[in-house]
């Protein structure tokens, strides 16, 4: 970890100490309660929580972990935080004024449909009573496919370990892009697809990854061994417990850098295959990435859903739009104090916003630009160089 980090950390985990054995947190729990109107809603998102954290992250993306134990000590945290769990339809419905509630609302989604979520979070969520909404790629469900940022992941670290600095000229421009900043190590692997992503479109980052295997000879070693998903049966059992499912597009998309006729493909067949494969009614979406666009919400109101959630860490508002619902997105590290520890003060100073109120978060908004995939492909000039590799 940088310098820089080090310091953010330890500020932060000072401040959660002050904050929460001062009374200070409570202070700000009722400040953050008043200006949403009343009622805190508090969406949190996951995405993988596993049984062996230190293993995993030596193969894994770390931002996309949570250890089950953690996990639990996040759930018992927003309890005595003072927050009911709730579904994502009674935290739209409270919103809305449709329903009253005596107590702050917590709802607990996970993005993505891993595997792990139904080995090491749904015993847990069941033992503790607690709902929970899981959104899913649907093309991906029932599958040994990984998705794009796990496959990239996996192909870079191979790249990074083996220094594969000569394979530089061979390859596309965005794949250049991608590998040049983490092998000068002036970016994390995290860091450098994130931006990637945030860049370019599903149909590039498949581009890229055919071009990286390629150049490192193929073979079943280039998919990465972790990250599975869960299949229908899996799904089934979850929905008859009584968990909700959303969309998730069909092939983890960010829509906001596709084309109309893709967005409504996506949302549309993503909500029938899960409502033809599990029997229910599916209203709710998670934009991949947490980017929205005016036309994607227009799509979603068009096919009936009644919900939108982003990756926006800031308060919902009672009367906010259920569009652009708010999710503060964890994993293990939101927990973690100076000494490596867990640290109940941290924990709580998160749930209960308290470095939002301070102006020490930074929340990135989702609201974007709607793009083409031939507008974002002809601005970033890359359009000619795969179709001259046959990659288009």
């Not at 590290?333 to 000494?339: H, I, K, Q, R, T």
Request: hydrophobic share 40%; with cysteine; proline share 4%.
């Amino acid at each position: 970890m940088g310098a820089g980090r080090l310091v953010r950390r330890a500020v932060k985990v000072a401040a959660a100490g002050m904050l929460h054995y001062s009374g200070l947190r409570k202070a700000m729990a009722a400040y953050r309660r008043s200006q949403s109107g009343g009622r805190r809603i508090l969406i949190v998102s996951y995405h993988r929580v596993v049984g062996d954290f230190t293993g995993e992250l030596q193969r894994s993306i770390p931002g996309l972990l949570i250890s089950q134990e953690t996990f639990r000590r996040h759930l018992e945290e927003a309890a005595e935080a003072g927050y009911e769990f709730a579904s994502i339809g009674d935290a739209v419905d409270v919103m809305a004024g449709r329903k009253a509630t005596k107590r702050d609302l917590c709802v607990v989604t996970f993005d993505d449909g891993y595997r792990d979520v139904y080995r090491y979070a749904y015993p847990l969520l069941k033992e503790m009573g607690v709902p929970a909404t899981i959104y899913l790629p649907t093309a991906f469900i029932g599958t040994n496919r990984r998705f794009n940022h796990d496959r990239l992941f996996h192909l870079v670290q191979i790249a990074k370990r083996k220094r594969l600095k000569l394979y530089f000229t061979a390859l596309p421009k965005p794949a250049m892009e991608l590998l040049e900043p983490i092998m000068a190590e002036k970016k994390t692997v995290s860091a450098a697809l994130d931006d990637f992503i945030g860049e370019y479109s599903a149909s590039v980052l498949l581009d890229v990854i055919e071009a990286l295997e390629q150049e490192m000879g193929g073979g079943p070693g280039l998919l990465p061994p972790q990250g599975d998903i869960m299949d229908w049966d899996e799904v089934r059992r979850m929905a008859r417990d009584g968990f909700e499912f959303g969309a998730h597009t069909l092939g983890h998309t960010v829509l906001t850098l596709e084309p109309h006729e893709v967005v409504e493909r996506e949302i549309l067949e993503s909500k029938l295959t899960i409502e033809r494969e599990v029997g229910i009614q599916v209203r709710d979406f998670a934009y991949c990435n947490g980017w929205y666009s005016d036309e994607i919400i227009n799509v979603l109101k068009k096919h009936g859903f009644r919900s939108g959630v982003t990756t926006e860490d800031v308060p919902n508002r009672i009367s906010g739009d259920p569009f652009t619902l708010k999710r503060k997105v964890l994993w293990e590290n939101f927990s973690v104090g100076m000494l490596g520890d867990y640290s109940t003060a941290l924990t709580g100073c998160q749930l209960d916003d308290c470095f939002g109120v301070l102006g020490m978060s930074h929340p990135v908004m989702g609201r974007r630009t709607h793009l083409s995939v031939v507008e974002a492909a002809n601005r970033l000039g890359i359009r000619g160089e795969l179709a001259g590799r046959g990659l288009t």
